[in-house]
Nanobody, 126 residues
Framework: QGALVESGGGLVQAGGSLRLSCAASGRTSSSYAMGWFRQAPGKEREFVAAISWYDGRTDYADSVKGRFTISGDNAKNTVYLQMKSLKPEDTAVYYC???????????????????WGQGTQVTVSS
């Protein structure tokens, strides 16, 4: 089977930083791309950032570009999301997902991901 395990969430003041980690094991570790999505209460899950294991290309939502950085360690099957200059509107449950072969722009599409972690809460206070 396999699993994705996220960690690193928490409560932080606006302007602060957090680093999320997502470790893949089993079948989930054989993926083309890993992505981070988030879901705030009453809202749909939205794309945050993704990285392609194939060529290392990354993609970011406009709302986090310049503040968040996604990186990966292929040997550890782990992806990270470094979040800086956090804003209250970044408050959400953050999920990581893995997916098979997909086009670059498809990394923004949640339905293209096959496996998801349980999520980690990020709360930014004003």
């Amino acid at each position: 089977q396999g699993a994705l395990v996220e960690s690193g969430g928490g409560l932080v003041q606006a302007g602060g930083s957090l680093r999320l980690s997502c470790a893949a094991s089993g079948r989930t570790s054989s993926s083309y791309a890993m992505g981070w999505f988030r879901q705030a209460p009453g809202k749909e899950r939205e794309f945050v950032a993704a990285i392609s294991w194939y060529d290392g290309r990354t993609d970011y939502a406009d709302s986090v570009k310049g503040r968040f950085t996604i990186s990966g360690d292929n040997a550890k099957n782990t992806v990270y999301l470094q979040m800086k200059s956090l804003k209250p509107e970044d408050t959400a449950v953050y999920y990581c997902g893995t997916g098979g072969l997909m086009a670059y722009r498809s990394m923004r599409v949640a339905s293209r991901y096959d496996y998801w972690g349980q999520g980690t809460q990020v709360t930014v206070s004003s």
